[in-house]
């Protein structure tokens, strides 16, 4: 059994991580409860596992079962026929909505020369 550890490491990156452990985000914090693996990828550990130690076994299993209910949902997804809008419709409904949130003339962006 291989033994992980997760050390605290402080981060200049304020945003929401995922939880490598139950599938979640990390909050915002300034310090980072992270692992890294054997591929030398790190993970981080949110504040809601770091404050249930006991069930780290637990919620990985949780989480492994939720993706492979996914995968599962995923697989059914792929033996499905689908039917797409074009490349040139998405581009046309994309260009009317913009025109009907910003006008004829979407405003432009011009740096003034001085
Ligand atoms: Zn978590």
Redesign the pocket.
Known sequence: MTRIEVGLHETNLLTRFP????????DKEMVLAEFVDDDGDRH???????QAPDEIAS?LIAQAEAREAWAAWIRGLASQTWVLPTYDQYVKANRDVELRVFGPEPPELRLVAS
């Not at 939880?19 to 990390?26: A, I, R």
């Not at 981080?44 to 770091?50: F, S």
């Open positions: 939880c490598s452990v139950c599938g979640g985000t990390t981080q550990v949110c504040v809601r596992c770091l919620r």
